[in-house]
């Protein structure tokens, strides 16, 4: 069954895939939507089992592979996903059962670059917009799928969006409490290659070895963040994306700066590495300081034409005191190089983002 949104679902790209399986109508679940809804995990689930489904094919961004992710849990212990969350529990611990039975393979062909195939982690969205966490390496893609010549035909403002997102995850890893030599050699491989890709489609001037460099940063920066997790920046994006509206890959790209910022204390030789790697990148961006190597992620943004700040991204102020509260719960937070200590600390940080 191919797993995709309403949207892939009726591209020619989906329509030769379908059609070159031998695939029937029914076996294209396009059924998606932004930041994978809990109900099309279920709806999947009940698709997959109906048509005795032997591997799962998801084919788009992020919210297509997570929305698998759930299909394969959810098909390997009839529906009972919700026995699977990742939570942190009121004593600081963070609780994730596991689950033992057999999977079915996925496959996942990404069209942009959030690297949500690589890792065994996703989130589900509850209808009120709340994201359920999992994490479970038995329902990770098995294959993955990268096709310069499929990115370049995603628009530039959705692939620049996701890259922001995988730049995110290897800053994640490079200064995350868990980080360890393999995340972090992963994520010194990952940033060059992600500025560069992330600079040229900004430019308008991305050719097929960018969308490779974006797509192999990617991948890297997905092997990071599994090995490292991630910290206050995915806490935060978690919880303000779906309950605003926003992307979580925009999201990322409107935080990003401001969560350094906040972290720089307690991450300054890991920002002052960055700013090397951005320089490796080759793309004439030359950051020697921690304070340098913000400004060039935030200089990404603003090439891309994407909003720097909340507000313009019509994001009401007033629902940032709430969210800073439910935020201080999240299990992220544990990873995170600067100890967050109070929901006034996060407000304070969303509002400078606002
Ligand atoms: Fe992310």
Partial sequence: MLVCSPRAGRSSELLKLASSLGLTDESVFS???????????????????ALEADCLISFGGGSASDT?????????????????????????????????RPKLPGIAIPTTVSGADITPAFAL???????????????????????????ASVPARPMSES????????IEALYSKARNPISSIHAREAVPLLYRGLHAIAAGSAQRDDYTALALGAYYAGVAI???????????????????????????SIVLPHVLQFNLPAAREELAAMAELIGNAGVGVTARTPEEAIA????????AGLPTRLRDANVSREKLPALAQVILNEPGLAFNPRPVESAAQIQALLESAW
Avoid at 36 to 42: C, G, N, Q, W
């Fill in 226 to 252: 599994t090995n490292a997790r991630t910290g206050l920046h995915h806490s935060i994006c978690h919880k303000l994306g779906p309950a605003v509206g926003l992307t979580h890959g925009l999201t990322n």
């Fill in 296 to 303: 060039a992620v935030q200089g990404l943004s603003k090439r």
């Fill in 31 to 49: 059924e998606v939507g932004l930041h994978a809804p809990l109900r099309s995990a279920f709806e999947g689930w009940q698709r997959a089992r």
């Fill in 163 to 170: 890259g922001m997102n995988a730049l995110a995850h290897t």
């Fill in 68 to 100: 698998m992710k759930g299909i394969v849990l959810a098909c390997a212990e009839d529906g009972r996903l919700l026995e699977f969350t990742l939570e942190r529990l009121p004593d600081g611990t963070v609780k994730n059962p596991l689950s033992t």
């Fill in 125 to 151: 969205t509850e209808e009120t917009g709340k994201k359920i966490l999992f994490r479970d390496a038995s329902v990770a893609p098995r294959v993955l799928v990268y096709d310069p010549e499929l990115m």
